[in-house]
């Protein structure tokens, strides 16, 4: 077993476990014990480096060098700036470093060149040609309601409309309500019940045990009952937190909510490594 590919961040080791979990050699942020628990047991005999992109505590260089790495492997925004430098803290390691597009429409091309990265090209291509499939559905499945994304234990945080949080809902084709801001940020109650989505969709159990019985949330202006809708959010959020391959868990259930179970158990093994009997669903609350 070779672990020897050092993840610059959280979304980077999520797609390095996805295609080669015995290469990962630590987590830049250890996953909560919920997570470890849904993982197989090599996941929590990893231990944590800290980020070398991105926010969060930052790894130690001697750390970094004890682990005697092979290669950085970065999945993220492909713009110039990160580029550089990610290319600037390679030098300074003397690692490779090899930044891969992050983008949600971008997973199939993902999968294959981490693929390559990690020596096994046979598993990429085959993780690649399943998102395709899922993203091909996604794109094309009819209009949903009209939604709030509620984030932390209030429920006042949101992505707003074209943010990356909300992308995975947006895609698949349901209206976000939230505008007038840019990417994620805190709202009033006021506002949530002005824009009057249909449903209040949200990761944060805390918050949904919270909305389920509140009228505040549930009460629409004609009267009505607002849906709650509780997505998964182990071992990693289906929607957004954090922005890496595990948004195709949001994208196959968007693109086929009827679908049975066991589809969503078997992609969540394959991404994982899952027992089927840890893999949740998306909950309607009443």
Not at 159 to 165: E, N, P, S, T
Not at 191 to 206: G, L
Not at 228 to 255: E, H, K, M, Q, Y
Request: aromatic share 6%; glycine share 10%; charged share 25%.
């Amino acid at each position: 077993m070779r672990r020897d590919v050092i993840a610059a961040g959280q979304p980077a080791a999520i797609l390095v476990w996805s295609v080669a979990r015995d290469r990962l050699a630590a987590w830049p942020d250890r996953p909560p014990p919920e997570a470890l628990r849904a993982l197989p047991p090599e996941a929590a005999t990893l231990g944590e480096l800290g980020r070398l992109s991105g926010p969060g505590r930052a790894a130690l260089a001697d750390q970094v060098a004890a682990l005697r790495a092979s290669q950085v492997i970065d999945y993220g925004d492909l713009d110039n700036e990160s580029a550089a430098a990610g290319r600037k803290i390679g030098d300074e390691l003397g690692l490779r470093w090899t930044l891969i597009d992050g983008a949600l429409t971008g997973i199939p091309a993902a999968f294959r060149q981490a693929g390559a990265l990690l020596d096994d090209a046979r598993r990429g291509e085959s993780l690649a040609t399943r998102a395709e499939a899922i993203l091909r559905d996604w794109r094309s499945v009819p209009a949903g309601p009209s939604f709030y994304y509620a984030r932390e234990d209030d429920g006042l945080e949101t992505g707003f409309r074209g943010a990356l949080a909300t992308e995975v809902l947006e895609g698949g084709r349901w209206t976000n309500v939230a505008v007038d801001g840019d990417h994620v940020g805190r709202v009033t109650l006021d506002q949530i019940q002005a824009w009057d989505p249909e449903v209040i969709v949200t990761q944060n159990r805390t918050f949904a045990r919270v909305a389920q019985t509140s009228s505040a949330w549930r009460v629409r202006r004609d009267g009505s009952r607002r849906r709650v809708l509780l997505i998964p959010d182990t071992p990693f959020g289906w929607l957004d937190r954090p922005p890496s391959v595990n948004r195709l868990l949001g994208c196959a259930w968007l693109a086929s909510p009827a679908d049975p179970a066991m589809s969503l158990s078997l992609l969540s093994r394959n991404l994982y490594g899952m027992a089927p009997s840890e893999i949740g669903r998306p909950r309607w609350l009443v």
